[in-house]
């Protein structure tokens, strides 16, 4: 199984290279290496909190945005072309390296995780 890498920019200027497998969504793969991502609906493409800005130079190289999430991303304020949604990103060799920033509207503040506990344990 081939196993790509993943740097995830976070507001406070920290940087983290996650190492994943193939076919996860880049959501799981921060949520998963304990980083603070809300990411309330779980991956369903219904809350836009799992929002990441992508450097110019990936933008073209990730899987275009399907309607559904074209749709969400317009309902956060300031989202512009490097906005996406990182549960709809999935690992594959394509975007080995990627670099995505975790925007601060989703970050997941201590005490405050409003996901439900099957969500956080998975
Ligand atoms: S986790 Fe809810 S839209 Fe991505």
Do not use: F
Request: some cysteine; glycine content about 6%.
């Amino acid at each position: 199984m081939t196993t790509i890498e993943i740097h995830v920019e976070l507001p406070d200027g920290t940087r983290h290279t996650l190492e994943a497998p193939e076919g996860y969504r880049v959501m799981e793969v921060i949520r998963d290496y304990g980083l603070p991502i809300k990411a309330e609906c779980g991956g369903a493409c219904a809350c836009a909190t799992c929002h990441v800005r992508l450097p110019e130079d990936w933008t073209q190289r990730v899987i275009p945005a399907r309607d559904e999430e074209m749709d969400k991303l317009d309902e956060i304020p300031g989202a512009d072309d490097s906005s996406r949604l990182s549960c709809q990103l999935l690992t594959d060799c394509a975007i080995d390296g990627l670099v995505v920033r975790l925007e601060a509207d989703s970050i997941l503040v201590a005490g405050n995780d409003t996901r439900t506990e099957l969500q956080a344990a998975s």
